[in-house]
């Protein structure tokens, strides 16, 4: 599926990222199309730290993130905030199994999505065999990054929590040995279950040892990916 700044300023609502309203805006139902195939969806913009859902809300759509960082998170009892993951550009999140969303949602970044309705959905499923096998694949998308967050989270260490994390990032963007962070440092930290102190003490730990370099505040170099990957071997 491809949606671009390109396809919103054909309706007349583009507007530089840096000028938008703390609120959400949208863009009037377009077809968009997934691998081939039509779906309906609304594209919305939001800025960062914008409510997309909360946990609890009625899950009667779904969303693919087109640009940006999407989070989806739970707030304990005690205030702490868990995060469950990170979605980028391409992936689907907000698809629930029962009527109600499990988790909150909220921009990291200036992001753009696609919002679709699940009313009629499992009919179009079961009538075409693209959309279920786009849908399945979106599916083990979402296992496999829940299955990595769960082993990341086992780690005993938090260099080996930070290194893996560095690393999964670096694959989800390309394989390259730079990584940009759209995320803070208290993004990454209820991310892996540490405290913020933590994240920074750690980072500036394997900056010291040359296992990655920091050029600026939301950009990791992964000066030695052997070193980082022995973390964890």
Same mark, same amino acid.
């Given at each position: ?27 009037? %139902?377009?077809? +968009? ?8 969806? @609304? @594209? ?8 997309? !859902?909360?946990?609890? *809300? ?7 993130? #087109?640009?940006?960082? +999407? ?5 304990? &009892? /005690?205030?702490?905030?868990?995060? *469950? ?11 629930? $199994?029962? %009527? /109600? ?11 753009? #999505? @696609? +919002? ?12 075409? *065999? ?13 296992? %496999? ?25 670096? /694959? ?9 962070? %759209? ?7 209820? !991310? ?24 600026? $505040?939301?950009? #990791? ?10 973390? &964890?071997?």
């Amino acid at each position: 599926m491809s949606v671009s700044l390109s396809v919103a300023a054909k309706h007349g609502h583009v507007a530089p990222l840096a000028a938008l309203s703390p609120a959400p805006w949208t863009i009037p %139902a377009l077809p +968009v199309e997934p691998d081939g195939f039509e779906l309906t969806g @609304v @594209v919305m913009h939001f800025a960062p730290d914008r409510q997309i !859902y909360a946990e609890g *809300d009625e899950a009667r759509s779904f969303y693919k993130v #087109v640009s940006g960082v +999407v989070r989806t998170c739970r707030f304990l &009892n /005690d205030g702490h905030r868990q995060i *469950d993951a990170f979605h980028m550009a391409g992936e689907v999140f907000g698809f629930e $199994a029962g %009527a /109600d969303h499990r988790m909150s949602a909220e921009a990291v970044s200036e992001c753009m #999505v @696609v +919002v679709y309705r699940r009313r009629g959905l499992e009919q179009m499923v079961s009538q075409d *065999d693209r959309l279920s096998r786009w849908f399945f694949s979106h599916a083990m998308t979402s296992l %496999a990054l829940a299955r990595e967050h769960s082993l990341l989270l086992g780690r005993a260490s938090a260099a080996q929590k930070i290194s893996a994390f560095l690393l999964e990032l670096a /694959d989800r963007q390309g394989g390259e040995s730079t990584v940009d962070l %759209a995320m803070s440092r208290q993004d990454i930290a209820d !991310y892996l279950g540490l405290t913020i102190e933590t994240v920074s003490r750690t980072v500036s730990q394997l900056e010291r040892e040359g296992t990655i370099a920091l050029p600026s $505040a939301r950009r #990791v170099v992964l000066k030695d990916r052997r070193g980082l990957m022995a973390l &964890n071997s």
